[in-house]
């Protein structure tokens, strides 16, 4: 069983800028298919961002430009960078991953940005 945890989440002015994390943990030492989504209220979640076991990444075409995905393979952890913040990037951020051919999702993390 794999466990995903995300944090950095928090309220934050348009323009600025937070970083999530998503830790990895579980029997599996894997590098592993990862992703970002994000789900507003009474919307569908999305996907944010993708990066690959090589690290090819994606974006989805609203936050080209202003987010990064990266991910460290020695500790397990892909962060989503996301700078110029906008209100219309409120939303509870989910981290995901496939490893052994198995789909996990963390608890999801808000982001809040306000003035």
């Known amino acids: 069983q794999v466990q995903l945890v995300e944090s950095g989440g928090g309220l934050v002015q348009p323009g600025g800028s937070l970083r999530l994390s998503c830790a990895a943990s579980?029997?599996?030492?894997?590098?592993?298919?990862m992703g970002w989504y994000r789900q507003a209220p009474g919307k569908e979640r999305e996907v944010v961002a993708t990066?690959?076991?090589?690290?090819?990444?994606n974006y989805v075409n609203s936050v080209k430009g202003r987010f990064t995905v990266s991910r460290d393979n020695y500790k397990n952890t892909v962060y989503l960078q996301m700078n110029s913040l906008k209100p219309e990037d409120t939303a509870v951020y989910y981290c995901?991953?496939?490893?052994?051919?198995?789909?996990?999702w963390g608890q999801g993390t808000q982001v809040t940005v306000s003035s």
């Open positions: 995901n991953g496939l490893f052994d051919n198995k789909l996990y």
């Open positions: 579980g029997s599996s030492n894997s590098i592993a298919p």
């Open positions: 990066i690959s076991r090589s690290g090819t990444t």
